[in-house]
């Protein structure tokens, strides 16, 4: 299972102005040639890959994108101005399908690839357009035409960047739901968690990341113990792994060698990535943790719930995903 995150949006691109019908006038020639500019196109409507997105969701909260007509043409040969195109952005792996006939209409992967998706509409042509050498005074001239609206599903993979793997009640879903709006079952017994929960954690003014929280890992988990171990497999791609290890363990830094311990038979590739050590629950822990590791790791001492330690620990998240 990956985690899937879905959108319909509807797209209106804006309708070409008219051509108009114009004659010059020029001081002692009582007719002059034909000089009704041609409409301008409509704004079309542009997906665009973003970097920095990592969901859909500010596009789940903008469901309707249209853009404005152009301009009609005017006298003097002047061209109506174009419509203003509109950018969506969306996140890398977007796949943008076509609501009627299911085709798949582009595949987003590259920051700054974009594609349109709904071409404005063309503008008409004025009646300086129509003149030949024997037909010198036309009066034709054409309407805008009309874009054609779409209704398209977005479609995205999310791999989360940071996967947090801890023993049951480490304080897991509880760093999510205070690093970011997900709102996961947070309580006070093991195994609370059942399903992955994804977070979109803002890291800064325009950047952001998404932590993975998935349930508990046991002993034996590389086995097939326990619940944990078949979510492992969601984090594989996560570009960190956080471990936490309650401050209230009789042994954090042991806990925390079980942890690697179980991470590593499962999966030697994945203790691999890079990783970081939170140590929970601060507040409620009085003196000074073992925390002498096995292994030089990052440490954080955190507390989700006076907030000790996250931002520095959000910081340090972020700058690794972006190595
Ligand atoms: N005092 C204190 N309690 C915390 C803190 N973080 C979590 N807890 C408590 O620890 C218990 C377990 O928290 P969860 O976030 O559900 O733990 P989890 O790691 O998601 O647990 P599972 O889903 O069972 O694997 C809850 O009672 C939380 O209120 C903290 O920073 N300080
Ligand atoms: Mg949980």
Known sequence: MRFVDYVKIK????????????????KFVPKGGPSGGNGGRGGSI?????AQ??????????????????KHGEGSLRHGKKGEDITVKVPAGTIVKDLHNGEVVADLQIDGESIV????GRGGRGNAEFATPTHQAPREFEYGREGRDRELELELKVLADVGLVGFPNAGKSTLLSRV?????KIA??????????????????????????????IEGAHKGKGLGIQFLKHVERCSVLLFLVDANDED???????LFEEVKKYSPGLIQRKRMLAITKMDSFVGVPKMATFEPVELFPI??????????????????ISE
């Open 11 to 26: 797209v209106i691109p804006g309708k070409g102005g008219d051509g108009i019908i114009a004659f010059r006038r020029e």
């Open 252 to 258: 954090p830094a042991e806990s925390y060698r079980l």
């Open 188 to 217: 006070d017994y093991p195994f609370t968690t059942l399903t992955p929960n994804l977070g979109i954690v803002k890291s800064g003014a325009y950047s952001s990341f998404v932590m993975a929280d998935i349930p508990g890992l």
């Open 180 to 184: 970011s709006r997900a709102k996961p």
């Open 46 to 50: 542009i997906l665009k890959v973003d």
């Open 53 to 70: 997105l990592h969901t859909l969701q500010d596009i789940r909260y903008h469901r309707i994108y249209k853009a404005n007509r152009g």
């Open 117 to 120: 998706v709904a071409q404005g």
């Open 303 to 320: 507390s989700s719930v006076s907030g000790e330690g996250l931002e520095d620990l959000i910081k340090a998240l972020s700058t690794s």
